[in-house]
């Protein structure tokens, strides 16, 4: 019987732990983004970075990643809302503690209302 519950209490608490992601309030106070035509190509060449407050300092995000509706949507709802959810895999936890600037793909940030959000401790202060 002992065995059985050691068994299920490794399965169900020790190896999930490897493999959940990680979810961080931040809050946007300045916006940076500048689109470039590439020579020759005829590509754009996006610069796209979010300063932002969370609990671990201010961070530089450098947004990346190539679905162009969602980065305008994501624009366009800074005019509405502050406070946004980070989303980060396991492995991106550390980087995300140690590190000012982190790319992260634009597909991982999610608008969050802020008058209705109730989450106490959530804000560290203004910006």
């Known amino acids: 019987m002992l065995r059985i519950f050691v068994l299920v209490f490794v399965v169900c608490f020790l190896f999930p732990r490897h493999a959940l992601s990680k979810d961080y309030v931040v809050e946007l106070f300045e916006e940076h983004y500048k689109e470039k035509m590439m020579v020759g190509g005829g590509e754009m060449q996006i610069y796209h ?6 609990r671990y300092g201010a961070k530089l995000l450098v947004l990346v990643g190539d679905d162009h509706d969602y980065r305008k949507w994501l624009r366009q709802s800074r005019k509405y809302h502050k406070l946004y959810i980070l989303k980060l895999p396991e492995e991106g936890h550390q980087k995300f503690v140690r590190e ?4 992260v793909n634009v597909q991982q940030l999610h608008a969050v209302a802020s008058k209705k959000w109730a989450c106490t401790g959530c804000r560290y202060g203004p910006p």
């Open 100 to 103: 000012r600037a982190v790319l």
């Open 49 to 54: 970075t979010w300063q932002v407050k969370t």
